[in-house]
């Protein structure tokens, strides 16, 4: 086992500048930071931070092309660093023991022995060293000429502004990449222009040198990243495969927190803002990557939008023009009303519970009168029923009866109005604010009575129509509800005829389609697909792309459904030398893979019968990205224009004698292939 140290600069450095040219990191990209997220030292609770990411609005696109894209790429970086900050509130400080900014973590694993190169590999030769550009299989020779000619001076002169300052950003950045720190020095001792504009990246990297020297002299290298594996698990206090995020992390992070529905938060929100986020984090890994050409990294979809980010780069001052002044107005404008409102949030919680504190109180004096009010009809209710005992006697004996049933009257009164109280009380209780029924006094008088008596009747004769009239509105509506079943039935039956006419016509439209197609299987003769078939197996001659297809076409029409594309492109690939191979996969295609998907496997597993690298789920998203490449890639199937993006990759040229690519789609069922023959454009062809 061999034990490999291995040290990055990251943006959860105390300096992410370290990770781009120096002079990219300017006053403007920090007062971009300032803006936005507010200041750092009032950031005392990770609480406090997330309520900051919630914006208000979020830049037009125009206002946010007018601000120089690197000031924007600037203060991006260190809202990064900010987030990571964020992980050190709750460690202890490792940097005491004078640890260079530069270190991110130090790893230890296994370093397995290759039994000798695959591929070759092209480098860059510097003394002993051999710098490689590239991963797998695939190297850039264009990544490798660049470096090699943008570190002679001479050349570099030579170039346009555009490309010199591209030409130091690509150089920077595959510096960071590399793990020797001995072989950082020695490259720019090597190139002194280069040394001189990476100043601090230089003297970080002679630091850390320094600090190693002194602790390898104590101790051995296993010994070293061992310690330092452990000291880094003991002071986070977390489990051993802790990940520090890198630059696609923490932007995933960022979008989940703003998107948190726990905070409120609707995902939109801030999705203009983050896709522009997004957008300048992909240009900088994009730039940034080791298997990236000048040609590739010119060639991506943001580059017109931001090529002024690796553009006018000079000095630690930066021209702010009108179109930027006037943008970043809008966005100072824009940051003062969000750090309004992260306040109004911040304050919230207590303003709450003030009102909440009211509300209780206000609740609890309605419940009391509400209570008193329930005690005085229990009152009046035990002295009506005294009343109407007290009148049933009178009644018996003829002795003041009159007078029983006045005082039963008034008794009635006095309690209809103590309802009418409740019934307010009541509903003010549940925030309504009309009380239910018309109060009346308490203290009824004699004259009263008679007035209170026709009221009673008056209400009782209008209870008697609402009762009429509910009736008859229940007629009404029994009537209305057998009329609307009969309508729903002869809906549902209209509505079944014209789903069997839709189904009829669009079965009609598929035969005259594929009546072509028809005619073409149906010519092949029996004798045809005998001889197709026995040439496969005996190999007596060679099968062309364009007959495998008939013969699967005609040998498994409930399987296979083929376009008329797909026969002209395989008419142009006559000459490919492996039509077994073909025939096999066809074969896999249409029987092993459809049966698997068909019955519910996922493609991740059903795609391993071709091997690992015969089948592709997608196209990459620069291609799906352009819409000329994408349009290569759409036929028309059923009178619809459909994207085709699984295929089959036999060979790695780009010519069909030896190379073919197979697009197709699973549709009702059915494999459909739109195109068999040469490899279509894609980023790196186009």
């Known amino acids: 086992m ?63 092309r007018a601000i120089q894209p690197e000031i924007l790429i600037g203060g991006l970086f260190q809202s990064l660093e900010s987030r990571s900050a964020l992980f050190r509130e709750h460690i202890e400080e490792f940097s005491r023991e004078d640890w260079s900014e530069l270190i991110l973590s130090v790893h230890h694993r296994v370093v397995k022995k290759r039994q000798g190169p695959r591929h ?40 346009s502004s555009d490309d ?116 300048l984090i992909e240009y900088v890994q994009n730039c940034m990557s080791n298997a990236m050409s000048l040609q590739a990294i010119k060639s ?96 018996a004996t003829g002795e003041g009866a009159g007078q029983s049933l006045l005082e039963t009257l008034k008794t009635l009164a006095e309690l209809k109005s103590t309802m009418e109280a409740l019934t307010s009380h009541t509903r003010l209780a549940i925030g309504q604010d009309q009380p239910l029924l018309i109060g009346q006094d308490s203290n009824a008088t004699d004259s009263d009575s008679d007035v209170i008596a026709q009221r009673m009747v008056e209400l009782e004769e209008r209870l008697a129509k609402s009762d009429s009239l509910a009736s008859n509105l229940q007629s009404d509506l029994a009537k209305a509800t057998d009329k609307n079943v009969t309508l729903e039935e002869k809906r549902a039956i209209l509505e079944e005829e ?13 035969r005259l389609e594929f009546e072509p197609q028809k005619q073409i299987t149906l010519g092949l003769s029996q004798d045809l697909n005998h001889e197709i078939l026995m040439a496969l197996v005996t190999q007596e001659r060679k099968v062309t792309p364009e007959e495998i297809l008939h013969f699967y076409q005609a040998l498994a029409p409930d399987r296979l459904v083929v376009l008329p594309s797909a026969y002209e492109s395989a008419a142009r690939a006559a000459d490919f030398s492996q039509p077994y191979r073909l025939s096999l996969a066809i074969w896999r295609l249409i029987y092993d893979y459809l049966d698997d998907i068909s019955s519910g496997i996922p493609d991740a597993e059903a795609r391993k019968i071709f091997g690992t690298s015969g089948y592709s789920a997608k196209e990459s998203e620069g291609v799906t990205q352009n819409a000329r490449l994408r349009a290569m890639r759409e036929f028309k199937y059923q009178g619809k224009e459909v994207l085709f993006l699984q295929h089959l990759s036999l060979g790695r040229n ?22 068999c023959g040469m490899h279509m454009e894609c980023m790196q062809t186009n």
């Open 654 to 675: 780009y010519g069909t004698s030896k190379s073919i690519r197979v697009y197709f789609k699973i549709i009702e069922g059915k494999v459909v292939i739109a195109h």
């Open 498 to 510: 014209v789903k069997q006419l839709r189904k009829d016509n669009h079965e009609l439209r598929q």
């Open 164 to 279: 010199k300052d591209l030409a130091d950003f690509v150089v920077n950045a595959s510096l960071c990449e590399i793990n020797d720190l001995t072989l950082m020095i020695d490259f720019l001792d090597k190139f002194p222009w280069l040394k001189a504009k990476n100043k601090g990246f230089y003297q970080a990297a002679v630091g850390l040198h320094k600090r190693e020297m002194e602790l390898e002299a104590s101790k051995t290298p296993e010994e070293f990243v061992l310690e330092g594996v452990a000291e880094i698990r003991r002071v986070t206090k977390i489990d051993p495969d802790f990940n520090i995020p890198t630059l696609v992390n923490i932007a995933k992070s960022v979008n989940s927190i703003l998107s948190h529905e726990r905070l409120g938060v609707l995902p939109n929100l801030s999705k203009r803002l983050y896709e522009d986020q997004t957008q």
């Open 120 to 159: 070759e590999s092209i480098g860059l030769k510097l003394d002993k060293y051999d710098i490689r550009f590239g991963h797998g299989e695939y190297y850039d020779d264009e990544l490798f000429k660049a470096i090699c000619h943008y570190t002679d001076e001479a050349f570099y002169k030579e170039l």
């Open 2 to 64: 061999e034990i490999e140290i291995e040290i990055a600069a990251s943006i959860n450095t105390e300096n992410p500048g370290l990770r781009l040219p120096d002079r990219m990191f300017t006053p403007s990209s920090s007062k971009i930071w300032t803006m936005i997220y507010g200041n750092r030292k009032r950031l005392k609770s990770v609480a406090d931070t997330l309520v900051r990411f919630r914006p208000i609005q979020s830049l037009s696109r125009t206002q946010a």
């Open 300 to 395: 991506l979809p943001v580059w017109d939008e931001c090529k002024a980010l690796i553009a006018k780069l000079g000095g630690d001052t930066l021209a702010v023009s009108s179109a930027d002044s006037e943008s970043l107005s809008a966005l100072e404008t824009y940051c003062n009303k969000r750090r309004q409102t992260a306040e109004d949030i911040c304050s919230f919680p207590d303003r709450f519970e003030e009102v909440l504190s009211e509300f209780n109180r206000l609740r609890g004096e309605v419940a009391d009168e509400a209570t008193k009010d329930v005690s005085d009809v229990d009152v009046l209710l035990q002295k009506t029923e005294a009343l109407k005992k007290a009148s049933v006697e009178a009644a």
